[in-house]
């Protein structure tokens, strides 16, 4: 079973100042990132989801989680 | 890792050859996969001509090939003219902000929306792939 807060504190430490929500959509396997990043500007969706992948993968490697959906969002402008 | 050469090779040329390609589980006709069936879904409605793989037979192997090549494990993966651009929740979130349409220059209608994941076939037989990797 996942820890959704250390999950969100490795995206966080990877996307210094990005605002992230964890949450389990079902079943403790289903989880979903949602990801607003200052680092998101001008970068294609594909390489966003990689950085997020990369913040987590520690927790792929070892088993606890297997699908990580993911929602980015480059900062909102203001 | 033991990237298999020849795979590597094969999965090169497949992307290069197809100007849309996705790599699937299961077939366009028959998908094994709800995230599979929903990009199915969404390139049948787009009325897109595209190239599909079924990673199944060579599930592990293929892993292996496309992380290296592209950093990206999981699948569904699309790819257009070359580029990756990602599995069904970017498919999906492309859908629904219009860039899919202008990426892949098809006129997508207003109101699509990413097809519900209950068309599934359980364990049905397997219809021959399009295409055969490995």
Redesign the interface.
């Known amino acids: 079973m996942a820890d959704l807060a250390e999950l969100k504190s490795m995206i966080e430490a990877a996307l210094p100042g990005a605002e992230v929500e964890v949450v389990d959509e079902g079943g403790g396997d289903h989880l979903r990132a949602i990801v607003t990043a200052p680092q998101f500007e001008g970068v294609s ?2 390489d966003q ?2 950085l997020v992948r990369a913040a987590v993968k520690a927790r792929f490697d070892d088993g606890q989680i297997h ?1 990580l ?3 980015t969002r480059s900062q909102p402008a203001g | 890792m033991a990237v298999d050469p020849g795979l590597k090779e094969q999965v090169e040329a497949a992307i290069a050859q197809n100007p849309v390609l996705l790599f699937m589980k299961g077939t366009p006709e028959a998908p094994r996969c709800g995230f599979s069936m929903r990009v199915v879904g969404i390139l049948d409605q787009l009325g897109v001509d595209y190239g599909a793989i079924d990673v199944l037979p060579a599930l592990q192997p293929l892993r292996e090939v496309t992380t290296e090549l592209f ?2 494990q ?1 699948f569904p993966q699309l790819y257009v003219n070359g580029d ?3 599995g069904c ?2 498919i999906e ?2 859908l629904e902000s219009g860039e899919l349409g202008e990426l892949l220059e098809v006129e997508q209608p207003a109101d699509m929306q990413p097809p519900e994941a209950e068309r599934i076939l359980p364990g049905g037989s397997q219809t021959s792939p399009p295409m055969q990797l490995g």
């Open positions: 969706r594909i989801h990689r699908a959906s993911i929602t | 950093e990206w999981t990756l651009v990602g929740d970017i979130e492309m």
